[in-house]
């Protein structure tokens, strides 16, 4: 299965002042930074993504939680495989930073989204309830001898955020 993500969610960007402000505050969009960072340096699904989704885990509620998730890039990348001392460095690096902002910011902007986690399956927004039918979605969605996770039925919830 190929998974895109793209951590920018409700930010807007002024490429004339090279700033990014973030729905949730400047926390969130450093937290964005180093997951994109990490995404950047390890393009490779099966490294990125444990990364991502641990970082992820760290944060709590609506804004995401940015300090912690910050606190957790160390953890994570070890955990994942990754050099947590390169993506630091891509972090501090304010000409690449500011590249993977402008490429996330492309991205989000074409999908015209209008809350956050915005989801398309095989090309075909996701508009259920992220509750209970995530996950059933994906795996009916899902080709092939599905992954051990589509026989559980334990759900996550993940709740939209919606732009202001």
Request: charged share 20%; proline share 4%; net charge negative.
């Amino acid at each position: 299965m190929a998974i895109q993500a793209v951590p920018y969610g409700n930010a807007q960007i002024d490429t004339a002042t090279e700033t990014v402000t973030c729905q949730h505050g400047e926390l969130e969009c450093s937290a964005n930074s180093y997951e994109q960072c990490g995404m950047y340096l390890y393009p490779d699904q099966a490294v990125w993504m444990p990364y991502y989704v641990c970082l992820e885990s760290k944060g709590s509620g609506e804004g995401g939680g940015g300090e912690a998730v910050i606190a957790a890039v160390p953890e994570c990348a070890e955990a994942a495989g990754m050099d947590a001392a390169a993506v630091e460095a891509c972090h501090a690096n304010s000409t690449l930073a500011w590249e993977l902002q402008e490429q996330a910011a492309e991205v989000t902007e074409a999908a015209d989204h209008t809350y956050t986690p915005w989801v398309v399956i095989d090309g075909t927004l996701w508009s259920g309830s992220f509750t209970f039918q995530f996950k059933k979605a994906v795996c009916d969605a899902y080709t092939g001898t599905p992954p051990a996770g589509c026989g559980s039925e334990e759900e996550t919830e993940v709740k939209r955020c919606y732009k202001d």
